[in-house]
């Protein structure tokens, strides 16, 4: 337990800035959607002990060390997505980590009509009261961008109401 605030204390004087990135873009080559979420690495590693016990040898300088597959896990856990009402879960292709962030990039396969879309992003929200997640949703036609916070994190897209990029 004195672990786990020791590394929420540190992280609030690292940064007093609490946000996230994230990127959902239609790739029509590809068949779905490649996802990019960044984060601080030491927010990521916060909100990760907040939902499983990872072994000490896991992290390392308030930075997560361990398996690369529970990235896809957190993802599909804090951002829910749904096309057409029906809810997808995204892949995992690659990892980066950085001095300070971590990118994730991740695939969701789709193809077909898009009426709507369904977004529901949860990072950090249980951890910080002022975390806001920063999204951009981009296809063949509409570019959109959403503001999500721990009080404002579900949004839905009407894609047959919205108007299209000029």
Same mark, same amino acid.
């Given at each position: 337990?004195?672990?786990?605030?020791?590394?929420?204390?540190f992280?609030?004087?690292?940064?007093?800035v609490?946000v996230?990135?994230s990127?959902? =873009? !239609? +790739?029509?080559?590809?068949?779905?959607?490649? $996802?990019?979420?960044?984060? /601080? %690495?030491?927010d @990521? &590693?916060l909100?990760?002990?907040?939902?499983?016990?990872?072994?000490?040898?896991?992290?390392?300088?308030h930075?997560?060390?361990?398996?690369e597959?529970i990235?896809? =896990? !957190? +993802?599909?856990?804090?951002?829910?997505?749904? $096309?057409?009402n029906?809810? /997808? %879960?995204?892949? @995992? &292709?690659?990892?980066e980590?950085?001095?300070?962030?971590?990118?994730?990039?991740l695939?969701?396969?789709?193809?077909?009509?898009i009426?709507?879309?369904?977004?529901?992003?949860? +990072?950090?929200?249980a951890?910080?009261?002022d975390?806001?997640?920063?999204?951009?949703?981009?296809?063949?036609e509409?570019e959109?961008?959403?503001?999500?916070?721990?009080?404002?994190?579900?949004?839905k897209?009407?894609?047959t109401?919205?108007?299209?990029?000029?």
């Amino acid at each position: 337990m004195i672990k786990y605030l020791a590394i929420y204390l540190f992280t609030f004087l690292v940064h007093p800035v609490h946000v996230s990135m994230s990127s959902m =873009e !239609y +790739i029509p080559q590809d068949n779905g959607y490649k $996802i990019t979420v960044r984060m /601080y %690495s030491d927010d @990521l &590693l916060l909100d990760l002990l907040t939902l499983r016990e990872l072994p000490e040898e896991y992290f390392a300088d308030h930075v997560y060390t361990g398996p690369e597959d529970i990235y896809e =896990e !957190y +993802i599909n856990e804090k951002v829910r997505i749904r $096309i057409n009402n029906e809810l /997808y %879960s995204a892949r @995992l &292709l690659e990892t980066e980590k950085l001095e300070i962030e971590t990118i994730m990039r991740l695939f969701v396969a789709y193809d077909g009509k898009i009426n709507t879309v369904d977004i529901t992003n949860t +990072i950090l929200t249980a951890v910080y009261l002022d975390q806001v997640n920063l999204f951009i949703y981009k296809d063949e036609e509409y570019e959109l961008a959403f503001r999500f916070t721990p009080l404002y994190s579900k949004e839905k897209l009407n894609l047959t109401k919205v108007e299209k990029i000029p």
